[in-house]
């Protein structure tokens, strides 16, 4: 009982344990599937878990995002236009269209962030309208067949690296939201925000300003994993980014931010993003066939219920942990 | 005498239709403890919010020491050293006590955050205060108390220079606030100017200076604290005398019929053995400490929570236990303590929030007799002396002690057999005070059979036909309403030893004799 209590109480070893059981698992159908796949997994990680970061911080400041999964469709139709090889691609220099791409993403967060605060129309109308419309808009700008050829420095951000380079940005990723969260002021005030937003205007602390930057900082994070995206599957199709605002949001809560707003940290959400890959990963391997997908589908349903009801005894408890300690 | 911090010169705001200020002026001296009193909805939050800049005045100015402040800014406000701590808590529960004492104002070095900088000051700044708290966990897992303080020790790290203090000791126990007194006496010595605004006079007199009234917006008096009594500040608030503790005399409504008989009722741990019987036009007051059992055992009798031993019955039929809907369709009616998430839905109109009750009565096929309802209100209104410009506000526009009219008022519309107060008037002002007493009785004219549950000694005596004292979760006396005295409730009410101990201390806060 004790130790169930830990557990609920510490989101991260929690997670751990279930990697731990999961990787175990795998192990004893295959020896080799540890060895075989940890670096996919990481890899795999790589889209969900730089959005995440970002997404993390709007739902700590007691909002939503759920158009990532569009925007980055968009995003990656953008940079396929502009810098493919072949038609209907420009052919443009690869770092035009990342900048481009980049600041596309800033420029819908902030925009998404205005509607919210200026507008004060709610988070996830805004955001759900949006999911439709870029929806809509990446269809029409692949149109017909997919966007292939792309120049291969683009490609090597994807492939290349004897540490995958891709890894190594969502790692830098990672650890600037850290440090953002832990060891700067703006990190404190989306904390503050999230928990009491009455109080954290009292505490002249700027609710635009904040929120601004959470959604600018998401629509900036998705546009590079966009980027990252077509550059690993040199592909972009109008099912790219599909669903990827719901997995985003899977992790983000079962990684132990409340959806409420104010409370979780960094580490639960990379852990949770590693833990969902990971259970997608393994459905694979154990080749299923079709019935992985519903199976993929029921665990994740089942972990964010899991989340949201231990978050739940934990509060009761008094004791659920802060967001900032680490 | 010390120099003046602040003066404020003919402030006036004005929201829609109603002058919450009227041209108030008010100066605070260099270390002064300042009472603000009045009544619920004489503007009192209205001064504090132009004061921290929450709230931009129409016309007049603030200045501290002599430089014109700049209204409506939060920041400029509090750079000039004004800080205030609510009513609520507002510190923030996810964020540990070194956050909740700096954010906003974070010590960085460069870009990054100094947390060890911050750590230091934060046990400095506690300790200023005789604190020693584990500044590293979340605010959530503090006492109310020790939070509260913490928003104190974040004024203090602001160089705060007049701070303002809004009901602190609401949610306090006895203890607690003889501690928040003391600290408060000793930021005064320090030359800190503190503005106290509370109901509870006895606070005001122990702890003030000088004492401000406003009322319905406007100023009444400042005078210094040796200058006014009891009588004469409650006076000065209500504009009228006003004896909100006259004895309730005759027992008008009361009758020898009994409407809830309660018999050897037991819940494990609550309370056990609870009999009491409230007759059709009664006043039964439940008296005792916090935390005797008296709230647990009004919600057993509503069917909120179940019981394991005895019955509860009802114009002499038995209660189905457990069941809230068998209690109100049994007729009993309870208005809770904490009338603002369990008795009220702020954001809905005053209107709807008075005919919530009785809309079965005001429909016919499902649908709502709008022209029935609207009169129904109006009456109501009238009845209650509800101050509001327009019944079509949301309830959260009115002021605590109209608020808690409206809670009545929805049980007025549609007559319950019994109705159970919980705390009626807690937080409430003298004026709102009488008037929801007098509402009390009016029911129980009417031949309803209440139940009332206080920690307002003078307001059980004042209201009660009989009392029952409740002490670890037993009845532990009746006494007479008409003839019983404060000490003889507190007798009962105290734990066996304690009394003794406390009658020598001679205190008897907890129990608060407002």
Redesign the interface.
Known sequence: MRALAILIRNREAGLLLLIGILTLAASLVDPSFVAANWLDILINSVPALIIACGVMLVIVCGEIDISVGSLLGVLAAMLGLLCSTSAPGMGLHPWLGIAVVLAAGGVVGLCTGCLVVFGRVPSIIVTLGLLIALDGAQDWMIGGGDIKNFPSQLRWLGTGGRVPVDLCIAAGVVFATW?VCN???MG??I??L???P????????SEARTKLFAFTVTGLLTGLAAILWVAKFGNVSTSTGVGLELKVVTCVVVGGV?ITG??GRLAGVVLAVILITMIRTVLNFMDLGPEAVKWQRAIEGAMILLAVVTDHFGQRD????????G | MSDALLAIEDLSKAYGGVQALGKVSLGIRTGEVHALCGENGAGKSTLIKCLTGVVKPDAGTISVSGKLLETGDVRLAEAAGIAVIHQESTSFPDLDAVDNLFVGREVKKGLLLDRAAMEKQAVVALGRLGLQLEVGRPLRSFTVAHRQMVEMARALLRDCRLLIMDEPTASLSARETEILLDLVKGLRADGVSVLYVSHRLEEVFALADRVTVLRDGQLVATSAIDAIDHAGLIKQMVGREVDALTRHGSHEGSTQQPCLEVRGLGSSGLFEDISLTVHRGEILGLGGLVGAGRSEVARAIFGVDAYQHGAVLVGGRQLEGGSVRAAMKAGIALVPEDRQHEGLVLPMPISENLTMAALPELSRFGLIDSREESKLVSELVARLSVRTGDPDLPVESLSGGNQQKVVLGKWLANRPDLLILDEPTRGVDVGAKAEIHRLIRELAAQGTATLVISSDLPELLAISDRILVMEGGRIRGELDGTRATQEEVLRLALPAGEASRRAARGNTREVSAS
């Open positions: 440090i060891r700067m002021a404190r005030r904390y503050a999230g928990s009491n009455a109080s954290a205007r009292l505490a002249g602390i409340a104010g409370r008094g004791r659920a942990k802060g967001g900032l300690s």
